[in-house]
């Protein structure tokens, strides 16, 4: 029982702490998310837009001092990392001021990368001297394989939503051209029967009526 208790302690270490998050950013709209990160801490931020406009959005990033650490404008995906030089919380914006009236769907991810015990063979000698067994270097392999099939899974989703959303817009297009070009064609018909009736309903002058005799 010992054995296990000390596999899955070593797995919880080696989890990385991670945000995951999809919202709605409004038109003329700038929402921040903030996350304390301890100094010479590696971290990751990767987002997307997944609907709407131009699929485009500004973000900026500040350090606990205000100091722009990113900053990039109409961006439809980006991916950021940088190691901190101070403790701190962190600022994480995303605008959309500069829409007039679409509004966007954003997904990021911040990933704070591993702490300095994630990898059991990289402790070291300061750390509390324990023998890896065969067991806890293969859960910590199996942790590792998993967050990689979990990026995989995440990454996958969001491409086929934006692409569903991508052919609704154009199948949305082509239907609305397509009721364009019928009610067009209908006018057009209309117009043209009505022409041609004017032309053999003209009324027949006065006096200019011929007489029939035997």
Not at 32 to 39: A, G, N, R
Not at 158 to 179: D, F, H, M, P, T
Request: hydrophobic share 40%; proline share 2%; with cysteine.
């Amino acid at each position: 029982m010992n054995m296990y208790e000390a596999v899955i302690f070593m797995v919880l270490c080696a989890i990385s702490q991670a945000v995951e998050m999809t919202f709605e950013l409004q038109e003329h709209e700038v929402q921040c998310f903030h996350e304390f990160i301890p100094k010479n801490k590696k971290f990751t931020l990767e987002y997307q837009v997944i609907s709407g406009g131009h699929f485009d959005v500004d973000c900026h990033i500040l350090s606990p001092d205000s100091k722009k650490l990113y900053n990039e404008q109409r961006k439809q995906y980006d991916t950021f990392v940088h190691t901190s030089v101070e403790q701190g919380e962190y600022s994480f914006c995303f605008s959309n001021e500069f829409s007039t009236f679409a509004h966007k769907q954003v997904y990021f991810d911040l990933d704070l990368g591993e702490d300095d015990k994630a990898s059991p063979g990289e402790q070291g000698a300061d750390a509390h001297a324990t023998a890896l067994t065969q067991l806890e270097a293969s859960a910590y392999s199996i942790h590792e394989a998993l967050r990689l099939v979990v990026d995989y899974q995440n990454h996958h989703r969001l491409k086929e939503k934006i692409g569903r959303e991508i052919a609704e817009y154009l199948c949305e297009r082509v239907q609305n051209w397509s009721v364009a070009q019928t009610v067009l064609v209908i006018i057009v018909a209309f117009g043209q029967v009505f022409i041609l009736r004017k032309f053999f309903d003209r009324p027949m002058p006065r006096g200019t009526a011929s007489k029939v005799g035997i």
